[in-house]
């Protein structure tokens, strides 16, 4: 005996709520000499951004091989609210402006919604 399928309005509800959450992907690309820097950076910011009431999920990826200076960052928010208040956060400023990205040497943004 399974679960029953979901009406077409709570069909049409959860879609919507996808259809808010916002995904914002950012690319880095750190010179190998400050990538371990970037990295400690990076695990605190995710850690305080974790934290954050908006944020239904943030992930650091490092990439490997050929990739060794690039991080993914995957970010999904509740909406564009919660990613404009991240953007105010205390921790945002010290560890992303005045961190990370300071020794960053370049940044790629994509910032979207998940396909259905």
């Not at 005996?1 to 509800?13: I, Y």
């Not at 970037?38 to 695990?43: E, I, Q, V």
């Not at 402006?97 to 994509?110: C, D, F, W």
Request: with cysteine; aromatic share 6%.
């Amino acid at each position: 005996m399974g679960f029953p399928a979901p009406d077409g309005a709570e069909r049409t509800a959860a879609a919507s709520k996808r259809r808010a959450m916002l995904v914002n992907a950012v690319v880095y690309t750190f010179p190998v000499d400050k990538m371990e820097e970037a990295a400690r950076l990076l695990a605190a910011f995710r850690q305080a951004t974790l934290r954050e009431e908006g944020c239904l999920g943030y992930e650091v990826v490092r990439g490997e091989n050929d990739h060794h200076g690039t991080v993914l960052l995957l970010e999904k928010w509740r909406d564009q609210a919660a990613l404009d208040a991240h953007t105010g956060e205390e921790h945002f400023e010290r560890l992303c402006v005045n961190g990370y990205r300071l020794i960053a040497a370049s940044r790629q943004q994509i910032k979207g919604t998940l396909l259905e």
